[in-house]
């Protein structure tokens, strides 16, 4: 079959996804309106059992202090933060509509913990970073790899496939199986569901840049700050999950970290380590955060 006719047919199959729920369109209202009153949030959530289960249950998870929060309101309001729990909530509202049994090389915990584990580094470095919003970057990080959950939910059996290949091998294997890969697929659903312009921006950046092959230094100092932000963050994220698999110390695991970074975070470099060193030494924590949201 021909890469047009692949893309044509691929195209098609995303127009049929689900309708968003109620309680998704409600999140997707809430998360571009900054000024929302956390009663209206607190109401929705309400609405949706597994939302709402998701989110006291990560308040009460062993990175918050081991709570005993029974509603989602003081969940909300002593523990996770409206802008954290919106975040949140909107990654389980969208990631929802997307059934993956049938493809089980998706591990749906994994999915979670790069995700969160990135959205972490992504805000706590933008923190360090002037010009880089702190809960744009934690969405856009957070959101990064919808398009992966998407795949699998739209061509199971294709995507198991791939999975089970090397992870240098898959994004190839995407192109050439669906006409595009999940980078492109995500930029898509997450403006057709109207997100942030910024969290649609990274991805287009990011799905252009990997259609053009290897990435040059040069390539990517081209991209935007935010895009470079996500790409590193998702990186420093792999490689703390690689590490753990291969050594115990988590001082370990920060050291053998990757030493390319954007020339912007140069200066900051030093600060930017500690963070991933304090993310690494959290990992248990995250890893049960992943299973409660998976």
């Keep these: 079959m021909s890469n047009e006719k692949t893309l044509s047919i691929s195209m098609e199959k995303l127009n049929k996804l689900p309708p968003l729920s109620n309680a998704a369109r ?9 000024d929302i009153d956390i009663s209206v949030f607190v109401k929705v959530v309400e ?15 062993a990175y918050y202090g081991n709570r005993k929060i029974s509603s989602v309101e003081r969940a909300i309001i002593d523990i996770l933060g409206l802008r954290t729990a919106k975040n949140i909530a909107l990654g389980v509202v969208l990631s929802g509509i997307f059934d993956t049994r049938q493809c089980p090389n998706f591990k749906v915990a994994d999915f979670w913990l790069n995700s969160l584990l990135s959205a972490r580094l992504a805000r706590d470095f933008a923190v360090y970073i002037t010009d880089i919003e702190q809960d744009e970057a934690y969405l856009c990080a957070m959101l990064y790899e919808i398009g992966q959950m998407a795949l ?22 995407e192109v050439e199986n669906f006409g595009r890969n999940h980078y492109s697929i995500s930029a898509e659903l997450l403006e057709k569901w109207n997100l942030p312009e910024i969290v649609v921006q990274v991805l287009s950046e990011s799905a252009e840049i990997e259609d053009s092959g290897d990435k040059t230094e040069q390539q990517t100092a081209e991209l935007s700050k935010m895009t470079q932000l996500i790409l590193l963050c998702k990186i420093l994220s792999t490689a703390i999950l690689s590490k753990e698999k291969q050594v115990e110390s988590t001082a370990e695991q920060a050291d053998a970290l990757p030493e390319s970074w954007p020339d912007f975070l140069q200066p900051i470099k030093a600060e930017l380590e500690a963070v991933v060193r304090k993310t690494a030494g959290n990992l248990e924590d995250y890893q049960e955060m992943a299973r409660l949201l998976s």
């Design 152 to 173: 699998a939910f739209l061509y199971p059996e294709e995507m198991n496939r791939l999975l089970a290949e090397e992870p240098a091998l898959i994004m190839a294997g």
């Design 26 to 34: 409600k999140i997707l209202e809430i998360i571009n309106n900054p």
């Design 47 to 61: 609405q949706d059992p597994v939302l709402l289960g998701k989110l006291i249950g990560l308040a009460n998870s």
